[in-house]
């Protein structure tokens, strides 16, 4: 119950094309999900979040759908660019200073 | 200039030898947490603290310690009982406040290689 599936593992773009990254969990109790990006050798940045009071969250050319009736939320990077080429992570947690909980991992190439 | 700080950058260490890896955080966070890397595996947790002196065990706790005798620093050792300890270590900070978001702040990593 306290797992985030994510999914693809590897994925693959075309520059201006869009990225979608799924993830899916079961404990309800969650409600922060944020998105991490991760460069080779770095440690993960936060990319964006969202709670579960709303249904998607914008920035720039991030945005977070949620679903909670589903229990999944994904990522959608919009004209993705080869900087974009990182690992991204979501992951999920009880709000205040309970562990978050991390998906697997997308590791995302952008091509030219 | 705040942030979280990890050193070293690259540790080597031999079979049977404890290391401890060093966290620092100068964002007056009261939680701190230790996960691992490694390929295709995410981010595992190993250790987390909430308050000083103070920590629980994460899902992969075995071979490892901590101590938490000041709200900066939360260090990790290796110790030789872990088996595998061949891995990217990161440590993060946040808020840990209820009712506050979880945003967890990572420091650059350690890479540990055993020889």
């Known amino acids: 119950q306290q797992q985030v599936k994510q999914s693809p593992q590897s994925l693959i773009v075309q520059k201006g094309g869009i990225s979608i990254i799924n993830c899916a969990y079961e404990?309800?109790?969650?409600?922060?999900f944020p998105w991490y990006q991760q460069f080779p050798g770095k440690g993960p940045a936060l990319l964006i979040a969202i709670r579960p009071d709303v249904s998607e969250k914008k920035e720039g050319r991030f945005t977070i759908s949620f679903n909670k009736s589903a229990k999944q939320f994904s990522l959608h990077i919009m004209d993705s660019q080869p900087g974009d080429s990182a690992t991204y992570f979501c992951a999920a947690s009880v709000s205040g200073n309970t562990p978050l909980v991390f998906g697997k991992g997308t590791r995302l190439s952008v091509i030219a | 200039d705040g942030g979280i700080t990890q050193s070293p950058k690259y540790l080597f260490r031999k079979e049977g030898q404890n290391v401890t890896l060093s966290c620092e955080q100068n964002l007056n966070h009261d939680a701190m947490y230790w996960y691992r890397q490694d390929p295709g595996q995410g981010l595992r947790l190993i250790y987390y603290s909430q308050i000083v002196n103070d920590f629980q065990k994460g899902d992969i706790a075995e071979g490892y310690s901590v101590s938490r005798e000041k709200k900066e620093s939360f260090p990790l050792t290796v110790t030789s009982a872990q088996k595998n300890p061949t891995a990217f270590y990161l440590c993060?900070?946040?808020?840990?406040?209820?009712?506050?978001?979880?945003?967890?702040?990572f420091g650059p990593g350690t890479r540990l290689t055993v020889l």
């Open positions: 404990n309800t109790a969650f409600d922060y």
């Open positions: 993060a900070s946040s808020i840990g406040r209820r009712g506050r978001d979880n945003e967890q702040f």
